[in-house]
């Protein structure tokens, strides 16, 4: 009998074009080989390109030179939620920020 684990590997196998002589991971070792990879990829962090147009929370815990902020005024939609998200996209610019917003008063 062929174990669901198997029929798994075997479709990660031919997706991914992995060589027979490849060896996945004991089922019971997955957890921790999952774990180790996130946390060295908290470690080396994601690379930003060199224009990155999105969310404060898409763009939480990068940094790039300048940031943009655009209709800065809709952070006052929501108040309660937006505060922490108009914080984090105060902070994303290391050299130069830039606030658009119709309104002199944001947040």
């Known amino acids: 009998m062929v174990s669901p684990i198997s029929g798994i590997y075997a ?3 031919q997706k991914f074009h992995l ?4 060896k996945f991971p004991e089922p019971a070792l997955f957890p921790n080989a999952a774990v180790r990879i996130r ?3 908290r470690m ?3 690379r ?4 990155a147009v999105g969310s404060p929370l898409l763009l939480k815990g990068l940094e790039a030179d300048v940031a943009v902020i655009l209709d800065a005024e809709q952070f006052d939609s929501n108040r ?3 505060t922490k998200n108009l914080y984090v ?3 994303r610019g290391s ?3 830039v606030v658009c917003s119709s309104s002199p008063l944001v947040g």
């Open 39 to 41: 946390e060295q990829s």
């Open 80 to 82: 309660i939620r937006n």
């Open 19 to 22: 060589s027979p002589l490849f």
């Open 48 to 51: 930003v390109p060199r224009r």
């Open 89 to 91: 996209a105060l902070t």
């Open 44 to 46: 080396i962090g994601r």
């Open 11 to 13: 479709k990660v196998r």
């Open 95 to 97: 050299r130069k920020l």
